[in-house]
């Protein structure tokens, strides 16, 4: 599986890498990858049990390393898809405005 397969799966749950510090939408995003339609069997299955395993000790690792909590992380990451959302809606407006520009210069430097 490569990157662009888990993103699109990500995106049809309507994931973000945030999300997959809950177990649940983990589990969820599994058995979507997976094929797997019973949620028991896949917390029986023992590659799960050692994935959620790892999962688990990388983010308290990654917490400690930050040196934040949980909700800290989640605040941080509400901040960063707010801050990508109002990029994504500017710039298009900023680059408008630059072509503008360009058009109303080049309209003056045609009318000399």
């Keep these: 599986m490569d ?3 888990l993103e699109a799966a990500m995106k049809e749950l309507g994931l973000t890498y945030q999300d997959l510090m809950d177990p649940v939408n983990l589990a969820n995003l599994v058995m979507n990858l997976t094929g797997e339609e019973d949620q028991l069997g896949l917390l029986m299955n023992a590659d799960f049990q050692e994935l959620m395993q790892n999962v688990e000790v990388l983010s ?3 917490l400690q ?3 934040m909590t949980p909700q800290e992380v989640a605040e941080v990451f509400a ?3 707010q ?3 109002q990029i994504t809606e500017e710039v298009p407006q900023q680059m408008q405005e630059v072509t503008d520009t360009q058009a109303d210069v080049l309209k003056s430097t045609a009318d000399r």
Aim: aromatic fraction near 0%.
């Design 3 to 5: 990157d662009a397969q």
């Design 65 to 67: 390393e930050l040196g």
């Design 83 to 85: 801050n990508a959302a």
């Design 79 to 81: 901040q960063l898809e």
């Design 60 to 62: 308290k690792n990654l």
